[in-house]
């Protein structure tokens, strides 16, 4: 009996264990935030060979993929039946779940698809099926668009399109249709130049704004996608839409510098609709399309402003059955450009809604709002007024003493934006086809007296999402940190743009080589930064040379080594944190390109001494001047063009070997070894100091220049420290421990002092608030990243209050050296993650998170008496090598056991008074009670 009892006890917990422990790794990995070309449900895409991507979530630790399968079918019933049609995987043993390529049926235009994936854990046990995603297709051919661009190429009424401040009214133009079938879906493309709107039966289609994305518009334009089955109706329909000027028509012409313009606003659409019988039809722009410029937006100028007219309002012009007998017939025009892409970023969106802080009347009738933020949008307006009152909005970003607008840094920019109004009740105003840098507004022909609920102001910038968070118990550094994230954002114009508010706003290539990097531990900035490599390479000319603006907008072709190595540089910034390697398959051919370019036409004696604007805005001498005239100060620019030369040949030896083409990897290796030899053999300087410390420095000892050497590897082994020491003693004895560089050196300064052995200086320099420094620019009321050190006192010519090119490489040092979060390159995209932070100084907490392509990174650290306690958390199907300050292992504890004893722990090695692990995915809590606080 006893026996019996104890069979069947044993059996019970037999079946109790294995059903716990089945459920439990039954679902330990459930896949989620499935993406196609790192987009959620993306439409209209052209890449036939889309990627995909998930991440996985799981409560237990150090738990990794070892298969998945993807299923992707035609509808979501067969989806959901688990049919997949156009592509079944099968289970395929493989940790991947970045950039998995599609290898289904071909694809075609127009076409649905619907995903799902499912995926195995270490000891075998698959999840559930994850939630559908989906994405469609674009037109991939020519032929497949029916459509014709169309527009009407001339001025009417008070059009002014030859005048510097040009002038052009807004296009309207529409096409009434029916539908006599019951619709299974209808799906619109469109591309319209610069600006457009799109609108059914009275409905504005999306809620993206100054679209569609910025473009080098003899190459390419892009076009955009919609499901618009909802959107129509049985019966009558209309189709409308309004263009605006953007940066087609250009807004000026020969102000500030010369500028290309492409022609008056134009557009191609097609609907295509298929019907629930199987038939289809198309709806196509062409000349039965009716078109004026005689509606409400009078003018539209992204660097002025916009006019609107409401009594010019034209009601019920986007609806079925408007009287329009009295517009003009759309004309046929030619394409503007040799390709039409689809366009793969996110568009551009309202982001954030703000009150302002304050509104002061500084004489009868003029009031100025402050809305406490340096900010890149515009205000919707509130009035209630008689028929034909004009109110006009001017915007700046700072003001002058005596409490008006200051607009000279705004150089030829008007910024102001018109409204008049139709009478009749309360209107609501704001613009379509212009946008703003400012904090304060200048409001006039207010009748009666605004309120603070009179204005809200729209910030505008790329829909992409805020992956990263930054605090520490540092005041300024938040206070940087802030003024940072604000600044990135508002120039995000679906390219990186160097300001929001004077007569330029233009992706200069220089101010964002290294600052990408530093973005993207914010931003999800991945295929905004991958796009603006396709503009910069359809902007090279036959020659293989590139601009320095990319679009070329501004058509500056200097032929400088440094600026345009960003369309090298910063794929390498894409492929560190994102894993993207198809960036650099897709540009190798370009960047190679411009390379041998420069090599064959400027390289001499193994030196390419061709930069055309050295160490940008570096910190002058006088504080009323913009460019130092010191030349101790000022870093040689021949220097700083052959040691970018020698940077970018190693960065394409690398993509040479990534992409398979060891032939390419060897010609960059053997003239990267024959160029670091004549830069030190030219530029190494051995001879003694006048100050008395040791020689072996380079150029003239800048600390640009010694950080550019140290950053590349240039310096011998055996030398690299003595050249240190002379960075560190010029910063220290010099500068007084202050930044003394611009914008070249100010992207490699904060690691190599890190990198070196002094996070303590770096840390100084960071939380400095004299002049020259961040802090600075903080302590005289700057919230967002000034262009100049000395913002506040130069010349107005060139003096933004909202650049990020300044930056450098603060970003990135706060998330890599302070918190600790880094990408192993050895398996980019924070597959496996370093985790080395630097308590140092009197910071006392740092907690920082980074959302990965593999899910959320945390580490979080604070100094709790003599103990240092970190929080991490690493993703699922990721690992982590975690560097713990302490003098020994024994030191180290982990949720209160030993580490190494610890679960998904590893012990690996003591290195430089800091233990070592290796950890599986999971969260920790370590705790070392015998750290050194300056460990290195």
Known sequence: MRKNIAAILLSFFVILFTGFSSKVNDDALHPKHLRC??????????????????????????????????????????????????????????????????????????????????????????????????????????????????????????????????????????????????????????????LFELYFNGQKIGDQVLAPALSEYPKRSFYMTFDVTKELLNGKNAVGVILGNGRFFAPRLTVPTKTETYGFPKMIFQLDIKYTDGTTQSIVSDTTWKITADGPIRANNEYDGEDYDARKEIPGWDKAGFNDIKWMRAETVADPSAKLSAQLIAPIKIMQTMKPRSVKEIRPGVYIYDMGQNMVGWVSLKVQAKRGTKIQMRFAETLKSDGDLYTANLRSAKQTDVYITKGGGLEQWEPRFTYHGFRYVELTGYPGKPDLNTIEGKVVYDDIRTIGNFSCSSDIINKIYKAAYWGIRGNYRSLPTDCPQRDERQGWLGDRSMNSYGESYIFDNNMLYANWMTDIADAQKASGGLP?????????????????????????????????????????????????????????????????????????????????????????????????????????????????????????????????????????????????????????????????????????????????????????????????????????????????????????????????????????????????WNGNTADPAMNSGNHVMLLGDLIVWLYQDLA?????????????????????????????????????????????????????SIPANTTATIYVPAEKEGDVTESGKEASSAEGVKFVKLENSRAVYEIGSGSYHFISKSMNFNSN
């Open 548 to 788: 320095d603006v990319a679009p070329a907008y501004w058509p500056i072709y200097s032929d400088n080594m440094t600026w345009p190595s960003s369309l090298i540089i910063i794929p390498d910034h894409l492929y560190r944190q994102f894993g993207n390697l198809k960036v650099i398959a897709d540009n190798y051919d370009a960047m190679k390109k411009w390379l041998f370019y420069m090599r064959d036409k400027y390289m001499k004696n193994y030196l390419l001494p061709k930069d055309q604007y050295g160490d940008w805005c570096m910190p002058p001498e006088n504080l009323e001047v913009i460019h130092s005239n010191d030349p101790k100060r000022t870093t040689p620019g021949d220097f700083i063009g052959s040691a970018y030369f020698y940077y970018c040949l190693n960065l394409m030896g690398k993509y040479a070997h990534l992409l398979n083409k060891n032939e390419d990897a060897n010609e960059f290796g053997t003239l990267a070894g024959k160029v670091r030899d004549a830069i030190n053999n030219t530029y190494l300087n051995k001879d003694s100091l006048p100050t008395g410390q040791a020689g072996l420095y380079y150029a003239n000892n800048t600390v640009t220049a010694n950080a550019l050497a140290l950053s590349f590897g240039i310096p011998p082994k055996e030398i690299r420290a003595k050249v240190f020491d002379n960075l560190v003693y010029v910063t220290t004895h010099v500068y007084k421990s202050h930044t003394s560089t611009g914008l070249v050196g100010g992207q490699w300064i904060m690691r190599t002092l890190t990198d070196n052995g002094r996070p303590d200086l770096a840390l100084k320099i960071a939380e400095n608030t004299t002049y020259p420094s961040w802090g600075y620019m903080i302590e005289n009321g700057a919230t967002t990243i000034w262009e100049l």
């Open 37 to 194: 070309e790192n987009l959620i449900d993306p439409l209209g895409i052209d890449v036939v060979t889309p990627r995909l991507s998930w991440y996985s979530e799981s409560q237990q630790r150090a738990q990794k993929q070892t298969a998945y399968q993807i299923l992707v079918a035609s509808s979501i019933e067969k989806l959901n039946a688990n049919e997949g049609d156009l592509w079944d995987s099968k289970k395929i043993s493989s940790d991947q779940s970045i950039n998995v390529i599609y290898q289904g049926n071909n694809l075609t235009s127009g076409m649905l698809c619907f995903w799902k994936v499912k995926v195995w854990n270490s000891i075998g046990n698959g999840s559930e099926w994850s939630m559908p995603a989906k994405w469609s297709m674009g037109l991939l051919n020519k032929a497949d668009w029916k459509a014709s661009w169309i527009g009407l190429d001339k001025a009417v009424g008070n059009d002014k399109p030859d005048i510097e401040f040009r002038r052009l009214s807004a296009r309207m133009l529409r096409k009434d249709f029916e539908t006599k079938k019951k619709i299974k879906r209808a799906t619109a493309y469109i591309c319209g130049l610069g």
């Open 820 to 872: 600790g979060i880094k990408s192993d390159l050895s398996n980019p995209g924070y597959k496996e993650i370093i985790m080395k932070p630097y308590p140092v100084g009197n910071l006392k907490f740092v907690k920082a998170s980074y959302l990965s392509m593999y899910g959320l990174i945390k580490s979080e650290w604070h100094i709790r008496g003599s103990k240092f306690n970190w929080e991490i």
